[in-house]
């Protein structure tokens, strides 16, 4: 272990806080660490390394005086068990290029995980270009997530890939406050990409939870409380692509709510939810009285594809409790072969039949899917509960007829359905053809014509030599123009300590729309 005394230590770590802007590969994780320039930094290579089993280094390291602990690149993975977080207002670095493998065996306890943050405050977990990967098929259960947290506010998770975990990718247990997940992709993970127990203040942008497989719900995020007591509240999801996951996409469930729980409010906006084996997106409420609150969709595309994905509300009261809102939101499902089963389900309950079911609006929504069959159908129980307070705005391409199904018994059921045949001519150009580190390169998708009654949504790929999550911030593929509006802006922030490299922005429109001139365009990055 290297020498810590007082006057040496203060001196090494000063010194050491320079050391990573020597490497390129540190540097988008330095960048967002937004440490002072007294930061004092120590890098785990320091303290050892066993490239059989290197805990007991990085435990030193974690549990150092330093201001930021790096994990460098040693040219070989880290292998190692749980790594408890002990202390608050700590920065860890994982360098570009680093990978923490989870120790074969080393996971006992079915709460561990490599990551333990319980109890602390202002932590900080940053690793742009970096991997944290466990074994999926060593443990049987749901369980050890690769991040677990709980009982702690101001908590970062920025740039990881995090694979393979026997349970969730992260988890959210109760007390989680103020927490930010960016540039994070939770790949293969067995249970969730994302679970989360508590949220009062959560923002996840710019993330992939995509390929989860293994037990169930298999969701790429699952708000799912274990109490009545425990929140979701003042959440934000935006610029995420769900994708390759078996059963959820996006999964809310509040069964254990009642009256008194604290409303849930929750916004999920500029998302790709893609094709699933069940639902592309879950919505479930109290069973226990009208728990109130509100879910949110703004400017996203759920796509079924040929999946049997379906969007389902289970057991929403038709005019108290939860509120559901789909908000320039496309609903698509282009397939060879007509699609029977209706698209978006509203069920009259779940555990229990309510007499009255429904409480969704829609607000320039747009179905574009090959249908043999409605696209809104409310799935009834047992003793003729009525389909209520259904209202708002859909724009539908090529309709099939009925679009809602609405045999049962109904109540303010009004949805303006607007018929149009998706025909748009779209251009597409950047403010600039060069971008410096830490710029925004802003791309705009605009329409020709005169007909701007409808919403546009389009979607577009990210390609080229630029590492999409490292390089430049996560992106959706998804873009929508407001109705009444000509155009809309995708703003592409290259990362502070991005390496020189082109990005590719190539547009992928939906079937009748015509893109004129060239389908996309290249940023070139320089330092």
């Not at 005394?5 to 967002?32: D, E, I, K």
């Not at 006992?108 to 098929?137: E, F």
């Not at 975990?165 to 969730?192: E, F, M, Q």
């Not at 007509?338 to 429904?358: A, C, H, N, Q």
């Amino acid at each position: 272990m290297p020498d810590l005394s007082p006057v040496s230590r203060r001196t090494l770590l000063r010194m050491a806080a320079f050391a990573p802007l020597v490497y390129g590969a540190t540097h988008a994780s330095v960048a967002a660490a937004s440490t002072g320039p007294d930061a004092t930094v120590v890098r785990a290579s320091q303290f050892g390394f066993d490239p059989v089993n290197a805990t007991a280094a990085l435990t030193a390291a974690l549990a150092s005086d330093a201001d930021v602990v790096v994990i460098d690149n040693v040219g070989q993975d880290w292998i190692t068990g749980p790594l408890w977080i002990n202390r608050d207002d700590l920065t860890v670095i994982l360098e570009d290029g680093v990978t923490l493998r989870g120790l074969p065996g080393g996971f006992p306890d079915t709460r561990d995980g490599i990551w333990r943050i319980h109890g602390r405050r202002n932590v900080k977990l940053i690793g742009y270009g970096a991997t944290c990967v466990m074994n999926k098929p060593e443990y049987t259960g749901e369980w050890r997530a690769i991040v677990r947290m709980g009982t702690s506010s101001a908590i970062t998770v920025e740039g990881l890939v995090l694979r393979g975990a026997p349970g969730d990718g992260i988890i959210l247990g109760a007390g989680s406050t103020d927490v930010v997940i960016r540039n994070v992709v939770c790949d293969d993970n067995k249970r969730n990409a994302i679970s989360v127990i508590y949220a009062d203040g959560l923002l996840i942008e710019g993330c992939a939870l995509i390929n989860t497989q293994g037990t169930a719900p298999e969701a790429g995020i699952d708000f799912e409380p274990d109490t009545l007591s425990q929140l979701i509240k003042d959440v934000v999801v935006r610029d995420t692509v769900f994708a390759g996951n078996k059963k959820y996409s996006f999964e809310i469930n509040l069964m254990r709510y009642r009256p008194e729980s604290t409303p849930a409010s929750v916004l999920v906006e500029r998302c790709y939810m893609g094709p699933t084996g069940d639902a592309v997106v879950h919505v479930q409420p109290g069973v226990r009285g009208p728990a109130t609150g509100s879910v949110v969709f703004r400017d996203c595309v759920f796509d079924a594809g040929d999946s049997p994905g379906t969007v389902n509300i289970y057991g929403q009261r038709g005019y108290d409790g939860l509120h559901t809102t789909f908000e320039r939101v496309a609903f698509t499902a282009l397939r060879d072969t007509p699609r029977v089963d209706p698209f978006l389900k509203i069920w009259s309950g779940m555990v229990t039949v309510l007499p009255e079911y429904g409480n969704v609006r829609f607000a320039d929504a747009v179905l574009q899917a090959n249908l043999d069959g409605p696209f809104l159908a409310g799935m009834e129980g047992p003793g003729d509960p009525t389909l209520c307070n259904i209202s708002g705005g859909l724009w539908a391409i090529s309709p099939q007829q009925p679009i809602l199904d609405t045999a049962g018994a109904t109540r303010d059921v009004d949805v303006d359905i607007r018929a149009h045949d998706g025909a748009a001519a779209v251009i597409v150009y950047a403010d600039r053809r060069v971008a410096r580190r830490g710029d925004t390169a802003t791309v705009t998708i605009r329409r020709l014509g005169e007909n701007l009654a409808a919403p546009l949504v389009v979607r577009y790929d990210l390609g080229g030599t630029a590492r999409h999550r490292v390089d430049v911030d996560g992106l959706s593929g998804v873009a929508v123009i407001a109705p009444g509006h000509r155009e809309t802006t995708v703003p592409v922030r290259i990362r502070p300590q991005a390496a020189p490299s082109d990005l590719t922005f190539t547009l992928r429109p939906l079937p009748g729309t015509a893109i004129e001139g060239r389908d996309g365009v290249t940023v070139s990055i320089t330092a």
